[in-house]
């Protein structure tokens, strides 16, 4: 028998997310010997877990209140406009009813889109840059 102890490459295993995952040597195991030399305590495995898993940004109440009421606006002017077009009123009226309604819900249909896009979004950053594009 050698009094030399063998040694066998320890594979350093890493999830990113669920389809990337890293396998590597990086260290070895000395048989006999209960340290691993070159692995990460879990303190620090948990610190960069919590940075690889970045939390999405809350969408904010008021930023999806005032697109959803500018498109629910517009609909009921437009739908007014119908209602004074139907009922032979002025053609002054209806026109001022239909313009401002389509008016308002040309951009509360918009950002409402750009609401649903950003709770949809697959990242955080990607979340965050389209609630920063969002003027409210």
Known sequence: MSS???????KHIEFQDASHIN??????????NERMIGVRS???EDEKLHRVQK???PIPVKMVALPVFLLL???FLVIAG??????DEGGLKVASFMILGILISIPGCFYTFQIIQAYNAD???EREDILN???I
């Open 23 to 32: 396998i590597t040597e990086d260290s070895t195991f000395r048989e006999g």
């Open 4 to 10: 030399e102890k063998q040694t066998s490459p320890v």
């Open 42 to 44: 879990s303190s620090e």
């Open 55 to 57: 939390q999405f940004p």
């Open 73 to 75: 606006a517009g609909i």
């Open 133 to 135: 594009d969002i003027p």
């Open 123 to 125: 990242t955080p950053e």
């Open 82 to 87: 119908f209602q004074a077009y139907s009922a």
